[in-house]
């Protein structure tokens, strides 16, 4: 049972176009979310994330939505970069803290941003 | 900071042999550490959850006889795959976290079980 599912594999977008990265969960318990980026052979780096009592976290050029009615949440990322490509995973936990919490992540999506 | 890494970075191994990967906090101390493993193409699956000095928590359908975690220290654990099987090819992530408010991930290892 896939409980947070990024349904898109790859998004192709290009420079200084805006990358919008979707994610969908199931599970009602989850109350934190948080976005990943990996390189190839890398662990994942965190992004940036947003608590359930938000609907929006911004940082940079980096904005998180969420929208809990639809269990949604989206990644925005505003004017793409060249060097934004990469995998993007979606994560989410039910502990009601932050991040030391279990993870369940999505599947990724490949982002490619083209010059 | 907040430097995690795991050695070996890739390991090739014969059927029915065990494989050690370690996982180390370089420049800061982890309560928790964590261990999950990537299939091609999937989601960061967790295999279990470790405190220090404490035994791990092994998430449902992962053996715990076949996956030894040893978390001897506030920033080594070691994740053990005992009699590997081809089938347990796979990427092996760790994460740590201090007692704070993050989850710091290790670049991974790749096992390849022939």
């Known amino acids: 049972d896939q409980q947070v599912k990024q349904n898109s594999p790859s998004l192709s977008v290009q420079e200084g176009r805006i990358s919008i990265l979707n994610c969908d969960y199931t599970?009602?318990?989850?109350?934190?979310f948080l976005w990943y980026k990996k390189y190839p052979a890398e662990g994942p780096t965190f992004l940036i994330s947003i608590s359930s009592i938000k609907d929006k976290n911004e940082d940079g050029r980096f904005t998180v939505f969420l929208n809990k009615s639809a269990k949604h949440l989206s990644l925005h990322i505003v004017p793409s970069q060249p060097g934004d490509s990469a995998v993007y995973f979606c994560a989410a936990s039910a502990f009601g803290s932050s991040n030391t919490g279990k993870l369940i992540f999505g599947q990724g999506t490949t982002l490619q941003v083209k010059p | 900071g907040a430097v995690v890494s795991q050695h070996p970075s890739r390991v090739i191994c014969k059927s029915g042999t065990s494989v050690k990967i370690e996982c180390r906090s370089l420049?800061?101390?982890?309560?928790?550490m964590f261990w999950y493993r990537q299939f091609p193409k999937q989601s960061l699956m967790l295999m279990a959850t470790?405190?220090?000095?404490?035994?791990?928590?092994?998430e449902q359908g992962v053996e715990k006889d076949k996956f030894l975690i040893n978390h001897a220290s506030l920033t080594l654990s070691t994740l053990t795959v005992t009699s590997a099987h081809p089938e347990d090819s796979s990427f092996y992530i760790c994460?740590?976290?201090?007692?704070?408010?993050?989850?710091?991930f290790g670049p991974g290892t790749r096992l390849t079980v022939l």
């Open positions: 994460s740590a976290s201090p007692s704070g408010d993050e989850q710091f």
């Open positions: 420049d800061f101390q982890a309560t928790t």
């Open positions: 599970n009602s318990m989850f109350d934190y």
């Open positions: 470790s405190n220090e000095g404490s035994k791990a928590t092994y």
